[in-house]
T-cell receptor, first 111, second 111 residues
Framework: DVKVTQSSRYLVKRTGEKVFLECVQD?????MFWYRQDPGLGLRLIYF???????EKGDIPEGYSVSREKKERFSLILESASTNQTSMYLC??????????FGNGTRLTVT | DAKTTQPPSMDCAEGRAANLPCNHS???????VYWYRQIHSQGPQYIIH???NNETNEMASLIITEDRKSSTLILPHATLRDTAVYYC????????????FGKGTRLHILP
């Protein structure tokens, strides 16, 4: 079975801190994604990557950046965390033609 | 923007069939319909997908209309464990996937 692992289940950070959310997949998948999930808004795509060092903006990239230095790892970076970035963050990976596989999420609270 | 629309919530009695509709009127010929569900505090889980023909697996059945503009996910004998948010998405199985989710349908199974 594909495993997508997010490094933290819960995270509390202060406003202005730089925050790294890490995601690792173990199936050599090409594409990886970061979503955020908020009540009533569903899943919204922040960034995705289709190869090492390649990235594309999703629907809500403002305030975020990403890094994909290795195929198995996709990091989401909040350069200066703000309270409106308090959310559930979900990482996913996919091989072309196959279903998405999600991690269990990181619930980030920015105070 | 999401290419699918779903009712925000539905109720179904335990033991009955749950029929979850999804509208995708602008679907392209090479786009598949995928269904996922998300149980509280977990990442979304793949259920089933299809292109034109109806599909069935151990979890559910997928009925796609002939014009492909809508589909229905059927859980044949709903149990309390099927209480979840169900997402319908459309996507092309190509390299540069930008996979967009909508807000999904919150399914309540009533005892």
């Amino acid at each position: 079975d594909v495993k997508v692992t997010q490094s933290s289940r819960y995270l509390v950070k202060r406003t202005g801190e730089k925050v790294f959310l890490e995601c690792v997949q173990d199936m050599d998948h090409e594409n990886m994604f970061w979503y955020r999930q908020d009540p009533g808004l569903g899943l919204r795509l922040i960034y995705f990557s289709y190869d090492v060092k390649m990235k594309e903006k999703g629907d809500i990239p403002e305030g975020y950046s990403v890094s994909r230095e290795k195929k198995e790892r996709f990091s989401l970076i909040l350069e200066s965390a703000s309270t409106n970035q308090t959310s559930m963050y979900l990482c996913a990976s996919i091989q072309r033609g196959s279903p998405l596989h999600f991690g269990n999420g990181t619930r980030l609270t920015v105070t | 923007d999401a290419k699918t629309t779903q009712p925000p919530s539905m109720d179904c009695a335990e033991g009955r069939a749950a029929n979850l509709p999804c509208n995708h009127s602008t679907i392209s010929g090479n786009e598949y319909v995928y269904w996922y569900r998300q149980i509280h505090s977990q990442g979304p889980q793949y259920i089933i997908h299809g292109l034109k023909n109806n599909e069935t697996n151990e979890m559910a059945s997928l009925i796609i209309t002939e014009d492909r503009k809508s589909s229905t996910l059927i859980l044949p004998h709903a149990t309390l464990r099927d209480t979840a948010v169900y997402y319908c998405i459309v996507r092309v199985a190509s390299r540069d996937d930008k996979i967009i989710f909508g807000k999904g349908t919150r399914l309540h199974i009533l005892p």
